[in-house]
């Protein structure tokens, strides 16, 4: 299965975000760049998705706790 786009709720920091489920990456963009995180699960990517806040999502779920590369 190739990554997926993921339907998200305006933001003002996330712009975007894609998940791919045979690698676990999930990738987001920001307003400061775009970022890669591996070993994310599919439920926890999708409750990113489905989150009120993406942003606060983001820093208290994925952040800290998957490694990252910073992709642009």
Same mark, same amino acid.
């Not at 760049?33 to 820093?59: I, R, T």
């Given at each position: 299965? $190739? @990554?997926? *786009?993921?339907?998200? &709720?305006?933001?003002?920091? /996330? ?12 990738? /987001? ?8 995180? @591996?070993? /994310?699960? $599919? @439920? &926890? $990517?999708? $409750?990113?998705?489905? *989150? ?7 820093? *208290?779920? #994925? &952040?800290? %706790?998957? %490694?990252?590369? &910073? #992709?642009?």
């Amino acid at each position: 299965m $190739a @990554e997926q *786009a993921l339907n998200l &709720k305006p933001s003002r920091n /996330v712009q975007a975000a894609s998940y791919d489920p045979d690698t676990q990456k999930l990738t /987001v963009s920001l307003n400061g760049g775009a970022y890669c995180y @591996e070993g /994310v699960s $599919a @439920e &926890k $990517a999708q $409750a990113f998705a489905d *989150a009120d806040s993406h942003g606060s999502f983001l820093h *208290a779920q #994925i &952040k800290g %706790q998957h %490694q990252y590369t &910073k #992709i642009s």
